[in-house]
């Protein structure tokens, strides 16, 4: 069982930049890779990133690749989503999520956090 706690999330200008977190309870938090996902008013929850159980490797979507980067610390069970050049159109409530990693792509398991609500303004 892993219990996931997002916070970081609020108002910014467009342009802007965010910091999200996600505290994970797990003590075998280093055993799953861990991602992010976004769900904005009206829409279908999305794929943002994720990262693999070292943090050596990485995979994002089109929509945020050169603006958003996932990083993690084991050592602190904690996942972040470093958030740059904000738009509106990335104005979501964030999710963390547990998973793992198969042939360069992550899945992600049943494990959700309550998310954090990111809004930006234009």
Not at 73 to 97: F, G, H, R
């Amino acid at each position: 069982q892993v219990q996931l706690v997002e916070s970081g999330g609020g108002l910014v200008q467009a342009g802007g930049s965010l910091k999200l977190s996600c505290a994970a309870s797990a003590r075998t938090f280093s055993i799953y890779a861990m991602g992010w996902f976004r769900q904005a008013p009206g829409k279908e929850r999305e794929f943002v990133a994720a990262i693999s159980q070292s943090g050596g490797r990485t995979v994002s979507a089109d929509s945020v690749k050169g603006r958003f980067t996932i990083s993690r610390d084991n050592a602190k069970n904690t996942v972040y989503l470093q958030m740059n050049s904000l738009k509106p159109e990335d104005t979501a409530v964030y999710y963390c999520n547990a998973g793992g990693w198969r042939r360069e792509n992550y899945f992600g398991l049943d494990y959700w956090g309550k998310g954090t609500l990111v809004t930006v303004s234009s």
